[in-house]
């Protein structure tokens, strides 16, 4: 029978995210991980002279006895290259077991629930984002209480992001030749350098968050196998991750690279057709406890027009009700999100301007912006340079910075959290002025 465990990860020696996740990914099939919580940045503990940790908990199903679950943890971080140390000291890679259904057990070799994790705040801090309302079968308390109770101190998150403060900038990354506004970075004489260059850019200019996509998703565009997609993007994602200090996203909606991304340091997934393309994904997502962002698609390439100056719009394609439609397929998206273990927290929405809709319908979208934030979760909005701004003015999309900035500041205050740009420099100040006229009206004011 399957047996319901929670585990705790930590590491603090060499890539320690990639440790985690590399850790993770060894659990199956004996462990099959059905969520993860947020990754902790801690202080150290017991012994101080050493570098932080970072701690994440997760929450799995096995079919292994708990002695046997043991072995297979241990054999993990023997294979990822831990070796013998003091109590306390600095560990590549350390797996624990915390709770094993609601057994309580005593054995020389082990102990369940774990002895000591509820005096320990590196613990109960991702444990309380994972299962808040376990019970713990001793001390008959929840996790949030036990939580509370140990406070946060030397506890803090890992490369995550607040909305609602201020309006967040991704930068795009076209890891492409074919990028419908002629910024594909696979045209340079050398693409990773290029890349590199203007990643760090970005960042000196405002960028929050750098999106790499392998995969031209312009009307009328071709798609690439995932062994392109991973050649084109994991050398960036390597060269980036050790560092910037800027999330780095993956656009992909294929499982496999987004794995392979996130092993190799990645932080989000960006998924432009919402769990539909490929519903492993979702599994992904849960299995390392990090942000997806679900697009709405209805990209169809016999509704896609193309003009050589103005590239290509989406015509004839039909609602009954656009943002009702809209909504119920975000939502529909959603649902296949929890299902694969995805937490809410976890989950970002984006209308998908562009994306299967006619220029006034991507117009109307973002008018009324504000119905979609009412579904809860944080907002991207896309509009850089795209084509309903040159049809809407009769620019080529190099020309089109004025228009990505009107747009940009209507969905600011509809309620945007996120706004995904080429132009980075020019739209983060757009951005931090229409935030300071929003803010001047009051927080009662902002939809946000």
């Keep these: 029978m399957k047996h319901r465990v929670i585990l705790a990860l930590g590491s603090n020696l060499g890539n320690r995210v990639g440790n985690l996740r590399r850790a993770i990914q060894r659990l199956a099939p004996q462990v099959d991980v059905l969520s993860a919580s947020p990754v902790y940045e801690t202080d150290p503990w017991g012994y101080v002279d050493q570098p932080a940790f970072l701690n994440q908990c997760l929450l799995a199903e096995t079919n292994l006895p708990p002695l046997e679950l043991l072995?297979?943890?241990?054999?993990?971080?023997?294979?990822?290259?831990?070796?013998?140390?003091?109590?306390f000291g600095p560990r590549l890679i350390d797996l624990d077991i915390l709770f094993y259904d609601h057994l309580v057990l005593d054995d020389p070799a082990l102990q369940i629930p774990h002895p000591q994790l509820h005096q320990r705040a590196f613990v109960l801090a991702p444990l309380r984002d994972l299962a808040p309302d376990y019970t713990h079968p001793v001390l008959g308390q929840s996790v949030a209480q036990l939580a509370s109770a140990v406070g946060e101190s030397g506890v803090r998150p890992y490369r995550r992001l607040h909305f609602g403060a201020q309006t967040l900038i991704m930068g795009i990354l076209n890891l492409t030749p074919d990028s419908?506004?002629?910024?594909?970075?696979?045209?340079?004489?050398?693409?990773?350098?290029?890349?590199?260059?203007?990643a760090r850019a970005f960042v000196e200019a405002g960028a929050h968050i750098l999106d790499l996509g392998g995969e031209s998703t312009r009307p009328g565009s071709q798609p690439v196998s995932a062994e392109d997609e991973l050649a084109r993007v994991l050398p960036v994602v390597r060269a980036l991750a050790g560092e910037i200090s800027a999330v780095i996203s993956v656009d992909t909606y294929k499982a496999r690279v987004a794995e392979e991304a996130l092993l190799a340091g990645a932080d989000w997934i960006n998924d432009v057709w919402g769990l539909r393309a490929d519903p492993a994904l979702g599994k992904v997502a849960a299995r390392y406890g990090v942000p997806i962002v679900l697009m709405h698609n209805r990209s169809q390439p016999a509704h896609a027009e193309l003009q050589e100056r103005l590239g290509g719009r989406y015509v004839g394609m039909h609602y009954e009700d656009l943002l009702g439609e809209v909504k119920a397929e975000l939502m529909e998206s959603v649902a296949l999100a929890r299902e694969a273990g995805v937490r809410d927290e976890q989950i970002i929405l984006d209308p998908g301007i562009g994306f299967g809709k006619t220029v006034e319908q991507?117009?109307?979208?973002?008018?009324?912006?504000?119905?979609?934030?009412?579904?809860?979760?944080?907002?991207?909005?896309?509009?850089?340079?795209?084509?309903?701004?040159?049809?809407?003015?009769?620019?080529?999309?190099?020309?089109?910075?004025?228009?990505?900035?009107?747009?940009?500041?209507?969905?600011?205050?509809?309620?945007?959290?996120?706004?995904?740009?080429?132009?980075?420099?020019?739209?983060?100040?757009?951005?931090?002025?229409?935030?300071?006229?929003?803010?001047?009206r009051g927080a009662e004011n902002v939809v946000k």
């Design 180 to 198: 419908f506004s002629g910024d594909g970075l696979l045209q340079a004489a050398d693409p990773l350098e290029a890349a590199l260059q203007q």
């Design 362 to 440: 991507n117009l109307e979208l973002i008018n009324r912006l504000d119905e979609i934030r009412a579904l809860g979760f944080p907002l991207l909005l896309g509009v850089s340079r795209k084509s309903f701004i040159g049809y809407t003015l009769n620019l080529p999309p190099a020309e089109r910075l004025p228009g990505t900035a009107a747009a940009c500041v209507v969905g600011i205050l509809r309620g945007a959290d996120i706004l995904r740009v080429h132009d980075v420099a020019f739209i983060a100040q757009v951005a931090r002025m229409t935030d300071a006229i929003r803010r001047a």
């Design 71 to 87: 072995d297979h943890l241990k054999g993990i971080e023997a294979a990822l290259g831990r070796t013998p140390g003091f109590r």
